[in-house]
């Protein structure tokens, strides 16, 4: 087969014989990935239908095409929110990608990793094979976690089809921030500062001028800092009197023009320039030392492009306005200015844009990934376009 064709799927036994029939013709299969010029591109979006909502036990299970924005609807109707779906950060993403991208969660700082709201799945492997993992309780994600080992960010080993997610209730109050402040210095007391309270803010969200230009389609000069207090009114009134306090002691203004938090689920697929999520984590102390080491290493590059993302748990993201065939040294070194700071890389730019990652935990999943897919026909490695 040399041309490439979109495939609907809406159920585990058709995906199953497009990945046996594919094997046997090593034809690339492509899913939350660019295609490429020839192989099969995998659509789910219309296996969508919820297959089991318990609301008495705060769990739902759901196939891969139902987004997350649906899915908070759902329950939110039923006074109920899955964490991760939230907020609008990642509104547009299907719950089948959001686990493939490794359960990203804005609201970790308080709720933890999404990983956490992840109770079981059900996974298509490249070789026709299927298999479930995890259950409807938290006894039956004991021992060995192929729950989350499957659900590593962007590994592709196989095809999550079937999720159990773990609910929780609403809060009873919520009160949000959006506001202006001139320093990072400034922005990384707030930020210090909202880690001293004894409890966190449900989320937290940062970006510079030249990101936070882009995010909110209106100019700014300065960061800009959007965040959430949650929890019972009490709880939250007591909180929003302190930060209040926080806000004048770090300089902080009500921003000119409020906004809603942007939905960032395509963002890396169809904003204009190169946008690069989830691959740089650096303690929140070091952040204003690195976001230097990216301006110095952008001037030196002769490109325009800042930082965002969930500055309290030192998730950072990188928007660069143009790039260039440099952009792998670029990365590159990005990456080692974080681990000198005592931070790391995700190394999911090598995943997406390279060969796969390095080290002994790459070796390992490479073997892996082998024995579900001899012919390594899914999503073979991509080359940067933009």
């Not at 949650?230 to 300089?251: P, R, T, W």
């Not at 065939?325 to 070194?333: D, E, H, K, V, W």
């Amino acid at each position: 087969m040399n041309v490439s064709k979109t495939v609907a799927i809406a159920s585990s036994e058709q995906l199953q014989n497009i990945f046996r029939q594919a094997q046997q013709e090593k034809n690339p299969v492509y899913l939350y990935r660019k295609p490429g010029d020839y192989g099969i591109s995998l659509d789910l979006s219309k296996w969508n239908e919820v297959e089991e909502f318990d609301v008495d036990n705060l769990m739902i299970i759901v196939p891969p095409g139902i987004l997350l924005r649906e899915l908070n609807e759902l329950v939110t109707a039923k006074g109920l929110r899955f964490i991760p779906a939230d907020s609008p950060y990642l509104a547009g993403l299907s719950v089948g990608e959001w686990v493939y991208r490794g359960c990203p969660n804005l609201s970790s700082w308080k709720y933890g990793a999404g990983k956490h709201f992840l109770l079981g799945s059900s996974y298509v492997f490249p070789n026709g094979e299927i298999t479930d993992v995890g259950g409807k309780c938290i006894k039956n994600v004991s021992g060995y976690d192929l729950t989350r080992f499957l659900a590593g960010a962007y590994a592709d080993f196989a095809v999550g089809v079937r999720f159990v997610l773990k609910l929780m209730p609403q809060p009873a109050c919520r009160r949000c921030y959006d506001v202006a402040i001139s320093s990072l210095a400034d922005v990384n007391r707030l930020v210090s500062a909202l880690h001293s309270q004894p409890v966190p803010p449900a989320w937290l969200y940062w970006a510079d001028a030249a990101a936070g230009s882009q995010l909110f389609a209106q100019q700014q000069a300065a960061h800009r800092i959007i965040f959430e207090l949650d929890g019972n009114a009490a709880e939250v009134n007591d909180y929003a009197a302190a930060v209040d306090k926080l806000l004048i002691a770090c300089n902080a203004e009500k921003a000119a023009l409020l906004t809603a938090l942007p939905d960032v689920s395509q963002l890396e697929e169809q904003a204009a320039g190169f946008w690069l999520l989830d691959e740089f984590k650096v303690p929140y102390p070091a952040i204003s030392e690195f976001a230097e080491k990216v301006t110095a290493a952008l001037a030196e590059f002769h490109w325009n492009g800042g930082l965002f993302g969930q500055l309290a748990n030192g998730k950072i993201h990188l928007y660069v306005e143009k790039t260039d065939s440099r952009l792998n040294s670029f990365i590159a070194r990005l990456q080692t200015e974080a681990a000198a700071l005592g931070g790391a890389a995700s190394g999911k730019y090598e995943r997406v844009y390279g060969d796969g990652g390095s080290g002994i935990l790459a070796v390992i999943e490479k073997n892996f990934k082998q024995q579900l897919d001899p012919a390594q026909i899914f999503n073979p490695a991509a080359e940067v376009t933009k």
